[in-house]
């Protein structure tokens, strides 16, 4: 599946960077829904690093590359949110960069898949980590995109990581209601 051109130019500009520098990274959110699931319109592409140097040096190269900052990237916004909002000023596409932390970001890394997307090659979320993610967001248009990738993939999902993964979550955050928002989808979705 490949997205669309303004994506997929925006990804041809990032995806360099990030193997230059020897990043970890993943595409995720709304275009990774597009690759696993039911495709819908994004104005945006959300992507994660794993970035262990200093911010700046990893903004610098990136806005050597085309891709500066929509907003002034300073040193305590960069802690207080872990987000680079970037902008591909040729097609005016955003891109939030989010800086992973520890924990599930870190097993979302391990277990990206390398896809091709419009001619570009790059590293997805898994489609079982995307539901993850989205039945966390827990948003209706979150929950939208959970019943579009199990309608297209439901044969082919480890269920059981996702439930596992959930259920982590659950015990983490101290939350209830995320394997019952995910069974429920399953029992939805034919």
């Known amino acids: 599946m490949s997205l669309d051109a303004a994506a997929v130019e925006l990804l041809g500009a990032l995806a360099p960077v990030l193997g230059r520098l020897k990043a970890r990274w993943y595409v995720f959110g709304a275009q990774a829904v597009n690759v696993w699931g039911t495709p819908r319109l994004s104005a945006d592409v959300d992507a994660t690093v794993q970035w262990n140097g ?80 989205k039945i966390l967001a827990g948003r209706p248009k979150d929950v939208e995109d959970v019943r579009g990738i199990l309608r297209k993939r439901r044969n082919e999902l480890d269920l059981t990581r996702i439930r596992a993964s959930l259920k982590n979550l659950e015990e983490g955050l101290g939350q209830s209601d995320l394997l019952r928002l995910f069974e429920q989808e399953i029992r939805a979705v034919p």
């Open 54 to 133: 200093n911010p700046s040096a990893l903004i610098r190269e990136l806005e050597s590359a085309g891709l500066p900052g929509r907003i002034p990237l300073d040193d305590e916004f960069i802690r207080a949110t872990r987000v680079l909002p970037l902008i591909h000023p040729k097609t005016k596409m955003p891109l939030d960069l989010v800086l992973a932390g520890p924990g599930p970001e870190e097993e979302f890394l391990d277990r990206a898949v390398s896809a091709d997307v419009g001619g570009i090659v790059v590293p997805l979320i898994s489609p079982e980590d995307l539901v993850v993610t």
